[in-house]
């Protein structure tokens, strides 16, 4: 599996992170061509080579003239993105994103995410940033976002409202959920761009994985700094087959909920980040019948589900212990059927493929297509996929 570790030391931007996965070797005139449907000159997109205390870095930077549309409503976002030539992947990853720094825009100034605005944001400088980055991460093939703990710097920064201190309001609402720390540094380090990016695309961690390192990307900020290097790495690699991890389990005993309630349940816990999350039939103090639900998730988000537990269901307390785990590499693949394409997820150990398995939904949607039984969808590709078992994966 390609990884990549993003070493937040110097804090975030989406500058930078753009400018480390063109170091990595993103061609700049890919970017320019990928994003030409934006109202931006291509000569006004560039990188360069600079150096932060000794240390050579690429930094990115997007030229823009006071006659540019300045878009910062969601709905010229929406818009602009959906319109686009981008693929459907991007799109989608692209609008989160933007959908996540609205809504924390609006948090802060107590509106809605779609009557908001980027004030000292101009959302073609951010559409750059953030459709650059995804295209980047494409472009190499990462499959694997991990973050360490995130420097926010310190003192003030000015604002149209004002002058307020560092975290921003609105980029300490993205960092909800992320591991944070600052160094007491009088400057701004962490940007609402960048951090809107990371809480999307990256897994939190709390160590340097264990990778097989190929190459490094250092990122330049806006600022020289003469204490430390202004800049972000990334460290791009190939995982381990098996990746080991910490997380916790979070559980909690129900004997007074709707059954109704745990599916919506389920289904806002898993979308929130949580790794897992079941449900079993026990029997309580008194002959009592209840369900015991299980959350299992990375330590990184739990005061996240926790609100999420306490606001969705009937529970006054909620047990936490951490466990250990190890997980095969995993990778989808498409296998070609009478019906149609289903695609198919691969586990892998030491290089080779011991399950196999097809994705349900691929198989239901070809059932209903052609007015078969599901089965037959799913029999079929089963029989297929069994020459994949024991293969070698490069």
Sequence with gaps: ??????????????????????????????????????????????????????????KFNVFLDDNYHRANKWSDVERIISDSTLNDGIKQRGLKIFKGLFIAEARVHGTSYDQTHL??????????????????????????????????????????????????????????????????????????????????????????????LEAIGCGAGQRESHNHPNILRIFKGKALNAIESKIIV???????????????????????GALDVFLTPIIMKKGRPAVKLSIITPKEIRQTLTEIIFNETTTIGLRFYEVDRETLERKTTKISTSYGDVQVKLAIHNGRVTNAAPEFEDCRLLAERHNVAIKAVYSETSRLINDLKDTQIP
Aim: net charge negative; glycine share 8%.
């Design 119 to 212: 004030h000292e944001l101009g959302a073609i400088d951010c559409l750059v940033d953030i459709l650059g980055c995804l295209l980047a991460i494409d472009y190499l093939r990462i499959e694997r976002l991990l973050v360490s703990p995130i420097n926010v710097g310190g003192g003030v920064v000015k604002t149209q409202h004002g002058t307020l201190p560092v975290p921003a309001p609105a980029t300490a609402e993205l960092l909800k959920g992320l591991p944070i720390y600052s160094t007491n540094s009088n400057a701004e380090l962490t940007t609402p761009t960048g951090a809107a990016i990371i809480k999307e695309e990256c897994t939190p961690i709390d160590h340097f994985p264990m990778m097989t």
């Design 1 to 58: 599996m390609n990884i990549a570790y993003i070493e937040c030391a110097s804090g975030v931007s989406g500058d930078m992170l753009v400018g480390a996965l063109v170091n990595l070797g993103v061609p700049i005139e890919y970017l320019r061509q990928s994003l030409s449907f934006l109202p931006v000159e291509s000569r006004s997109i560039s990188c360069e080579v600079v150096v932060r205390c000794g240390v050579r870095a690429a």
């Design 250 to 272: 979070i559980e909690t005993n129900i004997d007074d909920m709707s059954p109704q309630l745990y599916e919506p349940l389920m289904e806002r816990l898993l979308k929130a």
